[in-house]
């Protein structure tokens, strides 16, 4: 395998505990914030908003939908807590982006071929100003860019009216960034109008791309009314390592069902906990720029997005090797990689890059990537003793058992007993351990280290 110089590692295979795991493939639709502010339409309290939303749209006699007006409730009439819709009039939504946007069977708007443009109308039907408009759509597989999305309306100042464009104070984007098509995004937007004299306006906003189906979207506005934000920011959650076939976990924000899970208010507090996958345990987290090795972490939201990630590690090789090799795809054609004991067995060396697949396992590497680099981590020299770093499983459970040796002349190796210098995790689910010889009394440390591992027994 070559010991990379004066300092190197090793992998012997052994015998171990095969851990079965299972396989959640899956994600989940999304669905609408709720403001708080809507609650006033049924008597409960609150300011109340005219609401209104398409979750149906029409089209001409060749089943296309440009240019047509998509009133509001077309299928039901209340939200998921069962306010109902008061804006029935006075609001349209219009694809105005390409001729060859159809509405599906399922009822989306969609186009193959070209990208799709909307316009949502709103005329005043009253004499109080807007204070407050919040709209979202639900679209599949992408969702709308925020420089792509604005209010106008016509301001009545000295002079001739004039159009002012506005880009949305608060924005919110829900987006696991899976990039799968059936994935349903939300994607959430508010206006402060206060005191601009607004009465009516419209949304101007386009898709990134072609083959993004708009499923559905909403409409709040208020009037007359002191301004309320509503919309927060995101958790922007993430799970590593990132593997070729399933996710190592999931984060638990452990809030209330029914709660809002994904947009925060500035203040909140959630305190979060790592779910592995059946395989994996969880080891700690990155926030803030930070490591932390801990079961949970709490997360205090400013009036930015908060990025966490959720580190875990695999409990056994058959887990790693389940999960880091490819799945059989008829579609792509790619073969059961995992199953494979030529490309997948611990013996295999499918990268050719010199270690079979149990060292890429102990020690941190792709095995589908000649990485030696990766591997053989810088190493150094403390008080006059060699030191070696080498990467492991971010977890007691593992079942990997590490035996540093010495030796004076790279020729005769003698097993010793190591001491850890310093640990300390990375994103990759594995610690980063560096270690020297342990010495006592007036023995000095051999000059060259390596290390071997080996599965327990």
């Not at 679209?139 to 004039?162: A, H, M, N, Q």
């Not at 927060?232 to 029914?258: H, Y």
């Not at 210098?421 to 007036?442: I, K, N």
Request: aromatic share 10%; hydrophobic share 40%.
């Amino acid at each position: 395998m070559g010991w990379g110089g004066a300092a190197g590692w090793a992998a012997v295979m052994g015998v171990g505990c095969i851990l079965d795991t299972g396989r959640v493939v899956g994600a989940e639709a999304g669905q609408f914030v709720v403001p708080g502010i809507r609650l006033g339409v049924t008597g409960g309290g609150g300011v109340g908003t005219l609401f209104g939303y398409w979750d149906l749209f029409v089209a001409d006699d060749e089943g296309y939908n440009f240019g047509m007006p998509n009133l509001p409730g077309l299928l039901g009439g209340e939200d998921e807590v069962g306010n109902p819709s008061t804006l029935t009039v006075g609001a349209a939504l219009f694809q105005t982006g390409t001729d060859s946007a159809f509405v599906t069977s399922s009822g989306a708007i969609y186009s193959f071929s070209e990208s799709t443009a909307f316009r949502v109308e709103y005329t005043a039907s009253h004499e109080e100003t807007v204070t407050n408009v919040i709209f979202q759509t639900l679209t599949g597989g992408r969702r709308f860019d925020l420089e792509d999305i604005w209010l106008e309306y016509l301001s009545e100042g000295e002079g001739e009216p004039r159009t002012v464009r506005r880009a949305p104070e608060f924005k919110a984007l829900d987006d696991p960034q899976t990039g799968a098509f059936a994935e349903r995004l939300v994607s959430a937007f508010q206006w402060d109008l206060s005191g601009r004299g607004v009465r009516g306006f419209q949304l101007v906003f386009s898709a990134p791309g072609s083959s993004m189906p708009l499923w559905e979207a909403q409409l709040d506005v208020v009037m007359g009314s002191p301004f309320q934000q509503q919309l927060g920011r995101l958790l922007r959650g993430e799970a590593r390592p990132l593997l070729q076939f399933q996710v190592a976990g999931r984060i638990d924000t452990n809030m209330p069902s029914g709660a809002e899970t994904r947009f925060h208010l500035p203040a909140a507090v959630l305190r979060l906990t790592g779910v592995p996958t059946m395989g994996f345990a969880h080891a700690g987290w990155h926030s803030d720029g930070a490591i932390q090795e801990t079961s949970e972490l709490e997360v205090v939201f400013g009036n930015d997005d908060v990025p966490v990630t959720a580190i875990f590690a695999p409990l056994s090789y058959s887990t790693w090797r389940t999960y880091w090799f490819q799945h059989a795809n008829a579609v792509l054609g790619t073969p059961a990689d995992h199953l494979n004991d030529a490309l997948s067995g611990m013996a295999a060396d499918p990268d050719g890059d010199g270690a079979e697949n149990f060292a890429e396992f102990a020690f941190g590497g792709d095995p589908y990537v000649a990485d030696a680099s990766v591997r053989e981590l810088p190493s150094g020299v403390a008080d006059a003793a060699p030191l070696l770093a080498y990467r492991q499983p971010a977890s007691a459970q593992v079942g990997v058992t590490y035996q540093l040796f010495a030796s004076e002349t790279l020729v005769d190796w003698v097993p010793v007993d190591m001491v850890v210098v310093s640990r300390e995790l990375d994103t990759t689910g594995y610690w980063r351990v560096t270690v020297r010889e342990a010495t006592t009394g007036d023995t000095a440390a051999r000059p060259s280290l390596r290390l071997q591992a080996s599965l327990k027994p």
